[in-house]
């Protein structure tokens, strides 16, 4: 991307941003210690002697610093701000539910007395399984406060997805819900989480439901959530102290990238990075009400709906539905209903809003944005654009935001009230992050060569495993310098600016060419009239793969033959007549997980005539009649 095409921050954010000047000088002179930045943002029980100690694994950060999370999302707040909003609930069914953070200092501690009471010990790991309701953020809290990590479980997964990450992590006691709502449907989660019970090798000790939907029936060891408070009304329970580098929660990645694993994030270092970003890159102030549109069941959710947002004491936004249900303008009526400052979601829901159009947004009052960011998979320039000036007015700077699971906190991005934006990139790497594109041999590839992308200094977020070199190609031989090969593809340009290609296996060999699918993916979006695409590979014999494009044209755009040869063009121009889709495949939707990521795995059955698997975490599970009947889709090869 050419220098050309940089945005600079809008003057009226750069006069009000949270960061005006640049802190890279300082972290680039005084590494690590300028961290202290970070560390400085929490109320630390016994502050720390080293915000490094070592040079070389295993990293420690923040070392001999003692605190709890609950304590710096809740009680230290009390004093200032006992009675500003620490939560906005909003249901799918259009219920809405409001805590201040003394209601949720007042919650948290009853809860903590009721696991406490039902065996739950420090180090011991509760796992939840619950929708986006408070009642989760209550849990997370009252696990931290008893020094007991938790394992959110995202309430679409199987009764053997949950299952497994039960047994993995060895967990003995479970909070769920009866149910939930769906796209307006009832959802008997008990049900499932019941059946997983069958499935785990060792015996569970309690069980804690959540009443939703009003049909609560309890068996043996079961519990219900409200009567446990009403028991407990009143108690507090003091946090247990955590050093640093112990353990707030375990979190399993999503599985889109291989078989799903287990991550330990610390308590010190990873609360310290994300309350950093949170307020020097989503720019959240403790005056903001903020809405970060993901799962809690996912990493995003922990980082930045939880920890990041309730340790700056600003309001936190929790939906429990989907964009479109109901209406296609739930999204910006909740905006303009709850003033919301700082919107932080995903490009699959960008895509999804240009597809309904314009019209939508422009029917509320969506002033009160002071910043976009969006999160997940990358953004191509088309889709940024639209976000930037149909949601945000070209008044609301855009942070493109990349960061893992496995890295807990954001790496890569631009300083919003600092830097240039360019559309379809990420960024610089962040101040005191060292992300570099990289060859097989380690080295550092010149601009414009596409390579891995390879952190190569340790971060305060990092896991426990990562900390330790134990894992994930985190390379800490003798005389190797360390670095962690993030299993992504990019290239960056003459300014740093780094853009996303997709995983590295997510790639297809096509006529002896090794291609990234995000690629070709962003080459179809390019076009005018489509809204999403996705591009599978599908083995055959006259090459290694052929290409299958799925794409969902936008609203009242005909998918025709026309569509169809602009699609082709669009793809050989960008990438090569080798890149061409063999089949182009038009569907009202693409399926897609409860978190809104692409299903690409059922999209490959179909094609391959497989069978479908699990389909139990597909939030739009009607698209499948449609993509089986319309599989052989449009081809002239």
Not at 196 to 212: K, M, P, Q, S
Not at 309 to 336: C, M, N, Q, W
Not at 363 to 389: C, E, F, M, N, Q
């Amino acid at each position: 991307m050419d220098v050309d095409d940089a945005i600079d921050p809008p003057s009226a954010f750069r006069k009000r941003a949270t960061l005006t000047s640049d802190p890279r000088e300082r972290f680039s002179n005084e590494w690590p210690e300028a961290w202290d930045a970070a560390g400085d943002l929490l109320d630390w029980f016994e502050s720390y002697d080293a915000v490094l100690d070592n040079g070389t694994p295993p990293f420690k950060w923040f070392e001999g610093g003692k605190l709890n999370a609950s304590h710096e999302c809740l009680d230290r707040h009390l004093d200032e701000r006992k009675n500003r909003l620490a939560i906005r609930w909003e249901g799918q069914l259009g219920e809405t539910r409001t805590y201040t953070y003394l209601d949720l200092h007042r919650e948290v501690n009853e809860f903590a007395a009721a696991l406490r009471e039902h065996g739950v010990e420090t180090d011991d790991v509760v796992t939840l399984y619950l929708p986006v309701v408070p009642e989760l953020v209550v849990g997370m809290l009252a696990c931290a406060r008893l020094g007991a990590p938790h394992n959110v479980v995202s309430a679409g997964f199987s009764a053997d997805a949950l299952a497994t990450r039960m047994e993995r992590a060895d967990s003995r006691f479970l909070v769920t819900c009866d149910g939930y709502y769906r796209r307006g449907d009832a959802v008997n989660q008990k049900r499932r989480a019941d059946n997983a019970r069958l499935g785990i090798d060792h015996d569970l000790e309690a069980t804690i439901v959540v009443e939703r939907l009003g049909n609560t029936r309890l068996g043996t060891d079961q519990y219900d959530y409200d009567q446990l408070l009403a028991a407990n009304a009143g108690c507090e329970v003091e946090p247990v102290t955590r050093d640093s580098m112990e353990t707030l929660f375990l979190i399993y990645t999503s599985g889109t990238t291989g078989e799903p694993k287990s991550v330990t994030h610390t308590t010190g270092g990873y609360l310290a990075h994300v309350a950093w970003t949170a307020r020097n890159v989503l720019d959240i102030k403790s005056t903001d009400t903020y809405w970060c549109s993901a799962d809690i069941g996912w990493i995003t959710g922990h980082s930045y709906i939880v920890y990041g947002p309730l340790a700056l004491g600003t309001t936190t936004v929790l939906y429990e539905g989907t964009a479109d249900h109901l209406r296609k303008d739930r999204l910006f009526s909740i905006i303009e209903r709850n003033a919301v400052d700082v919107l932080y979601t995903a490009p699959t829901a960008i895509r999804s809003f240009m597809k309904w159009g314009g019209e939508y947004p422009a029917r509320h009052d969506l002033s009160s944005l002071r910043l976009l960011g969006t999160v997940g998979k990358p953004i191509d320039p088309r889709a940024w654009k639209w976000y930037y000036r149909h949601i945000g007015g070209e008044s609301c700077p855009v942070v493109d935001t990349w960061w893992q699971t496995e890295t807990g906190a954001i790496l890569v991005s631009t300083l919003p009230g600092i830097d240039a934006m360019k559309p379809g990139s990420a960024g610089p790497p962040l101040p005191g992050i060292d992300v570099a594109v990289v060859g097989p041999d380690g080295d550092k590839r010149p601009a414009g060569e596409r390579g891995m992308l390879a952190v190569r200094t340790p971060w305060p977020g990092m896991p426990q495993e990562l900390a330790a070199a134990t894992d994930w190609g985190a390379s800490a031989a003798a005389g190797d310098e360390w670095r962690y090969i993030a299993g992504d593809e990019a290239v960056a340009d003459d300014d740093g600016y780094i853009r996303l290609l997709g995983r590295m296996d997510d790639a297809i060999t096509v006529a002896n060419q090794r291609i990234g699918i995000a690629e070709i993916e962003s080459a179809v979006v390019s076009v005018e009239g489509v809204a999403e695409a996705a591009v599978v590979g599908v083995g055959r014999s006259t090459r290694e793969t052929a290409v299958y494009a799925y794409v969902n044209p936008a609203t009242q755009q005909a998918a025709d033959d026309a569509l169809y040869e602009a699609v082709i063009a669009a793809v050989e121009e960008a990438i090569g007549p080798a890149a061409s889709p063999d089949r182009v495949v038009f569907t009202p939707e693409l399926p897609k997980t409860r978190s809104g990521k692409i299903m690409r795995r059922l999209l490959e059955s179909v094609a391959n005539d497989e069978d479908y698997g699990d389909l139990s975490a597909l939030r739009n599970p009607e698209v499948v009649g449609e993509l089986d009947s319309n599989k052989d889709g449009l081809s002239d090869k």
